[in-house]
C-alpha cells in the first residue's frame, strides 16, 4: 500500500491518523500531472518543458517527494508538522494558542495562531491556523515576534527544517521557469533566497470533521488566488477543490458544477502557482483559482489536517513583469509596489471576500 510506505520512508508514522478512511471513488477529481523532483534538480530537459506547460495553463501539479533526497526530508518534515499539529491543537488552550499574535502593520496571515468558531461547550473549533513565519528562523528577527513557549523548543527544528527544504524545491522550480522565460540566471531565484527578509512562512491548518447527521457545516476557505510564489502543500484527506480548466472564471466566482476535487496521492505534495508569478510574467504563468470545503463521502466526519510551506518574493522586490521575449509587454503606467505591501493588499481582500460571502472572520483578539 502507497500510503504505508510513504509513510514509512518519513518515518513509521501511523497510518490511521493520516488516512483515516479511503478518499472516495465516487467523486468528481482532476488529474493533474505528476513531476519529478529529482528531474527537475538534475536538469531534465523534457520534465523543464512539462513543468513550465502546466504552469502556462493550469498552474497546478502533483510533485513527486519520494524520489530524492531533499523531497524525502521535506515530507518527512511535512509528516512531523502533520503529527504536532494533531497533538497541540488538541492539548493546548484556545487562550494560550491565541497568545502567539499576528503583528501589526502590513505583515498579514503569515505569523500566529487563528482560529474561526472557537464553541464554549468543549466542542473544537471548526478552523485553526498556525502561522509560523521564516523570520523566526531565518533572515532578520522581527521585533516582539517570539514563538510561544506552547511550540516547544524541541519541536522549531521541524518548521525549520521544513523552510529550509521548502526554499530549495521551490528555488528548484522556479529555477527551470526562470530558464524557460528566457530570464538571466537568478533573475526570479535571487528575489527567494532563504535568509533574505520576506514573507515565507510554515502553515498548519485543521479543519473540523462534519459528524453524521450535523446541521451545522461551517464554512471551509472561499475561493482565492494565493498571495505568494510557490505553494507547496501537503495534505492527508480531500478538501481541496479546484475548476476544470474550461470552466469560466468571473472574478472568484465559479459555477459548482465546475469544481473538481484534487486526490491527495501518498508521497506527493500539491504546487501551485502565486500570484507573485502571474505578475512577474504579466500573466503567462498561471496562479489559479482554488477553494477548500469540507472532506468527501467517509472522510467528511474526519479532521483535515494540512501543511503548507509558502515562498514569497524578498520584501522590497518590486511587484511588476520581467522584460523577456517570453513575457508580454506589461501596458500599465501604475507604481508597482513591494513584495511586503502587495501581500498585505491581497490577503486582505480575501479577508473581505469571506466576510462578504457570509463567513464569519479569523477571530485573532
Not at 511535512?78 to 488552550?93: D, E, I, M, V, Y
Not at 499574535?101 to 468543549?122: M, T
Not at 501581500?343 to 469571506?354: D, E, L, M, P, W
Request: glycine share 8%; charged share 25%.
Amino acid at each position: 500500500m502507497k500510503a504505508a510506505e510513504a509513510l514509512r520512508i518519513a518515518g513509521n508514522f501511523n497510518l490511521h491518523d493520516f488516512y483515516p478512511t479511503p478518499f472516495p471513488e465516487d467523486v468528481p477529481t482532476i488529474d493533474l500531472e505528476k513531476i519529478s523532483l529529482s528531474r527537475v534538480l538534475n536538469g531534465d530537459q523534457i520534465e523543464a518543458e512539462r513543468l513550465f506547460n502546466i504552469c502556462t495553463t493550469i498552474g497546478f501539479f502533483y510533485l513527486d517527494m519520494l524520489d530524492h533526497p531533499t523531497g524525502r526530508q521535506l515530507w518527512q518534515s511535512a509528516c512531523n508538522l502533520h503529527r504536532f499539529g494533531q497533538q497541540r491543537f488538541s492539548l493546548t488552550s484556545i487562550e494560550q494558542k491565541l497568545q502567539y499574535k499576528p503583528l501589526e502593520g502590513v505583515r498579514v496571515f503569515d505569523r500566529g495562531y487563528l482560529v474561526r468558531n472557537a464553541y464554549q461547550d468543549g466542542r473544537p473549533a471548526d478552523l485553526e491556523i498556525l502561522n509560523v513565519p521564516q523570520s523566526e528562523f531565518f533572515g532578520t528577527k522581527i521585533e516582539g515576534g517570539e514563538i510561544p513557549t506552547w511550540i516547544p523548543e524541541e519541536d522549531h527544528n521541524i518548521f525549520k527544517q521544513a523552510l529550509s527544504c521548502g526554499n530549495t524545491v521551490a528555488r528548484a522550480l522556479l529555477a527551470v521557469l526562470e530558464k524557460q522565460l528566457q530570464l538571466s540566471p537568478g533573475a526570479i531565484t535571487n528575489l527567494h533566497r532563504l535568509n533574505d527578509d520576506s514573507g515565507d512562512f510554515i502553515r498548519i491548518l485543521r479543519y473540523s470533521g462534519v459528524p453524521d447527521g450535523s446541521r451545522e457545516v461551517p464554512e471551509g476557505f472561499p475561493p482565492h488566488r494565493d498571495a505568494m510564489s510557490v505553494a507547496i502543500l501537503f495534505t492527508w484527506v480531500g478538501g481541496l477543490q479546484i475548476p476544470v480548466p474550461d470552466a469560466q472564471v468571473e472574478g472568484f466566482s465559479v459555477k459548482d458544477e465546475d469544481w473538481r476535487w484534487v486526490r491527495p496521492e501518498p508521497g506527493y505534495a500539491i504546487v501551485n502557482l502565486g500570484d507573485a508569478m502571474a505578475i512577474f510574467t504579466n500573466t503567462l504563468l498561471k496562479s489559479s483559482i482554488h477553494r477548500v470545503i469540507k472532506a468527501p463521502g467517509r472522510q467528511r466526519p474526519h479532521d483535515r489536517l494540512s501543511v503548507i510551506v509558502a515562498t514569497r518574493p524578498e520584501n522590497n522586490s518590486l511587484m511588476k513583469a520581467f522584460e523577456s521575449p517570453m513575457i508580454p509587454v506589461c501596458q500599465s503606467n501604475e507604481l508597482p509596489v513591494t513584495s511586503l505591501e502587495w501581500g498585505h493588499s491581497v490577503v486582505s481582500g480575501i479577508q473581505r471576500r469571506a466576510v462578504a460571502r457570509g463567513a464569519r472572520d479569523l477571530d485573532n483578539t
